[in-house]
Structure formats: structure tokens, C-alpha cells
């Protein structure tokens, strides 16, 4: 459905199912909410975001093929449907969670959302789509949010003025009224969105160090991702220790931290995209299959951050990771003992390692436990930590 055609073909479909009067992805009547914000619902009143008519599903493709960046939508609704049950609807109402949905564009999705009574703030960078988005949010008195900014582009590392889309989410935060809660606290917000293909390993790994330094969004809590990725990223973040072509740093520092799960895949061909840009509508592959696109949730656990590894030197176990990980058929013995001789056999005994394993070998919880020894171990004196290359990951390091 990369054309302008196919969008409106499945957009007259869209209009066929639903009829006159019932929306899309329509799972549950909204209920009642438990809000600590601006987004509210009224508890046992039903709010319908309206049915798409003939001109709204014209003037929505039409607005699908002006994008001039590559994105994709969802404008299927037995797609919509299908991720809305993924997304448990009942718990997360139930839960009182926010849904922040990321470029929803042509609000296909949203609609499906608010019909299940969730709680939305919508993310939409292009301002073609706001209009309609700013529509409908006058129309369901509280129960969503229409924020002009990028999800994809909050809290840039340039410290020089910015306008929307691009925006500090701390101001998001705050124009939304959410505030921070305890890392141990229920799960206060998930963000639904698609990665674009172009920059998704980018912005996993800016998403990551965030999370380990408690900065950007997890400042205010275990937020919880449902983005579609790539089939190629979501088996190179699952990939286990042996397997020396996927098994990466970036495996390590989510196995490490979140607990994934995939939630349903997809044909890359369920989404709409502009014509302009259909010669990316299917990123190829040679390493690993990629056919389809992979809803994935990555929830970070309570348990992640302990007295040994904390916000304040997380940052430097992303380092030693990616330090080891740099051959992952070296022996992490001669790495350890690179960094401070004498100390290798005896940590890797201590913590009941087999000696002779290479780094591309070692389970993520096995590099945390390694971490948090050698930071209570008083003959290492922090030695092997490396101020260049942190300062490097700092800025260029993903």
C-alpha cells in the first residue's frame, strides 16, 4: 500500500467496516479512569471520536502521500484492531496508564485507542496532520492530547534553541502535567509507536543510555515501549551469547535491563507510506530474515538499578560492555586482566566463570554481576575505566 492508490483503497475499507455511526478497532466502551492529570474521562459517559466519512478518507490519503519524510501509518483497521489487543486495552485502563502514541498521523490508530477508553497524548511532528488530530481531541472533553513534537527527537544533545517539534521532555512533561514517580512504581506511561527505519538503531541506543543514566523520559518512571521495529533489529536485540554475528552490545544492554517481548509481526506491506518513498517501503537484508515489521514491548525492571549499579555509573557500564564486545571471540580473562593485571582469574572464579569463556559468550547478567563486583572490588581503584572513550559515547558513541 505504498501508493497513493493503495492508501485509499485501504481507507475506503476502513469506511466499508466500520459503516455509519461504529468506529475503528472498537473493543471496549470507555469506562471509568483513574487520571492525576489534565487527561480525564468521565466516569460511565461514552465518548465515540466519531466515524470517518468519504471526505475524511480522501482528505487522509491525500495527506498520507503529501509527507515529504518517510513514515508509515496505520490506516488498516484490522491492523489498528490487532495492535490494540496487543496493547491489553483492559489492563491498561484498568492501570490508569498513559498512552503516548508517536506520530500517529492520520489518527487511524488514535481513534481505535479512545474508543477503548485509554487515555492518549498524542505525539504528531507534521503539522498536516495536526488540524484533524486538534479536531478530535476538542470533541472527547479531556480524554486526549494533541502535542506538536517529535518523540524521536526529545532532549537533543545540541544545546542551542529549539522550536516544536523538537522540544526537551521536560517540557512535554510538563505541558502533559505528569510527574515523576519511583523506579519500583507500576508503569506510568507507554509510548506506541513505529520506529523510522532509517535511524531505529540510533535511537535504541539514545533510548538505552537514557534508561541506564535515569535521564529524558525514564526520569519519570519504568516507561514502557510497544514500537514496531525492523524483523533485522528486534532478533539483534534478542540474539543470546554464541551467537557471534548478532550478539551485540546493544543485546546486552537491554537484555540486561527490560524484558522483551514480541507482540505480533507484521508485513512491512499492512502499513501506508507516500509514493515518493516507495523504493524504502522494504529495507533488505542479507544476515538476517526481514520481512516484516515486529511489534515488540521493552519494559524495564524493577530490580534493574542496585546499590552496586545506579544511575551515576551506568553510563560506565555501557563501556565496559561495548569494550568487551568489541571481539567477541577474545578471551574476557586477557580484557580484564588489560585492565588491571592480576585481578582477572580471580573475579572470574569469584563469580563462578568459566576462565577461558570469550566475551561473545557471556549472558547479560553475567556482564551486570561482573560490574558490580569490579565496582566493590577495592585492588581495581576504577582503573579500567575509560574517560576518552565515555566522553566519546557520550556524543558520537551510537
Known amino acids: 500500500m505504498s501508493s497513493l492508490s493503495g492508501t485509499r483503497l485501504a481507507l475506503c475499507a476502513l469506511a466499508a467496516r466500520c459503516g455509519p455511526g461504529r468506529l475503528p478497532g472498537s473493543v471496549l ?17 461514552k465518548r465515540r471520536p466519531g466515524a470517518l466519512d468519504s471526505l475524511d478518507l480522501r482528505d487522509m490519503a491525500e495527506k498520507i502521500e503529501s509527507c515529504k519524510q518517510f513514515r508509515r501509518f496505520i490506516s488498516d483497521p484490522e491492523l489498528a484492531r490487532t495492535v490494540l489487543k496487543c496493547l491489553n486495552p483492559w489492563e491498561v485502563r484498568e492501570s490508569g496508564a498513559l498512552i503516548m502514541e508517536c506520530n500517529p498521523g492520520p489518527g487511524v490508530f488514535t481513534r481505535a485507542l479512545l474508543d477503548a477508553g485509554a487515555r492518549v497524548a498524542a505525539l504528531e511532528s507534521n503539522t498536516v496532520f495536526l488540524p484533524d488530530l486538534q479536531a478530535l481531541e476538542n470533541r472527547m472533553d479531556g480524554q486526549l492530547e494533541v502535542v506538536h513534537c517529535d518523540f524521536f527527537k526529545l532532549d537533543p544533545f545540541s544545546q542551542s534553541s529549539m522550536s516544536p517539534p523538537v522540544m526537551h521532555s521536560e517540557t512535554l512533561f510538563e505541558t502533559l502535567g505528569i510527574s515523576e514517580v519511583q523506579w519500583t512504581a507500576d508503569v506510568p506511561i507507554k509510548v506506541v509507536g513505529i520506529f523510522s527505519q532509517k535511524n531505529e538503531r540510533n535511537m535504541l541506543w539514545k533510548l538505552i543510555y537514557s534508561l541506564y543514566e535515569r535521564l529524558s523520559v525514564y526520569r519519570y518512571g519504568r516507561v514502557e515501549l510497544n514500537m514496531f521495529i525492523s524483523e533485522k533489529q528486534y532478533m539483534q536485540l534478542t ?23 514480541l507482540l505480533h509481526m507484521e508485513p512491512w506491506s499492512s502499513f501506508s507510506t507516500s509514493s515518493k518513498c516507495g523504493s524504502l517501503s522494504i529495507p533488505k537484508s542479507v544476515i538476517v530474515p526481514n520481512d516484516h515489521l515486529c ?49 582477572g582469574h580471580k573475579l572470574l572464579r569469584q563469580l563462578d566463570i568459566p576462565e577461558d569463556i570469550v566475551t561473545g559468550n557471556v549472558y547479560p547478567e553475567e556482564y551486570k554481576q561482573l560490574f558490580e563486583a569490579m565496582q566493590c572490588s577495592e585492588e581495581l581503584n576504577k582503573s579500567w575505566i575509560f574517560d576518552e572513550v565515555l566522553e566519546n559515547v557520550q556524543f558520537c558513541g551510537y
Do not use: H
Open 295 to 343: 511489534l515488540v514491548r521493552i519494559t524495564p525492571r524493577r530490580t534493574f538499578f542496585t546499590e552496586g549499579l545506579t544511575p551515576a555509573n551506568a553510563a560506565t557500564f555501557v563501556v565496559m560492555v561495548k569494550q568487551c564486545l568489541i571481539k567477541r571471540k577474545a578471551k574476557l580473562v586477557d580484557k580484564l586482566e588489560s585492565w588491571n593485571p592480576g585481578t
Open 239 to 261: 540474539a543470546l551469547p554464541g551467537n557471534m554475528k548478532k550478539y551485540q552490545a546493544i543485546s546486552v544492554m537491554y537484555q540486561a535491563a527490560c524484558d522483551i517481548q
Open 29 to 45: 466502551p470507555p469506562g471509568s479512569l483513574r487520571c492525576s492529570r489534565g487527561l480525564t474521562t468521565v466516569a460511565g459517559q
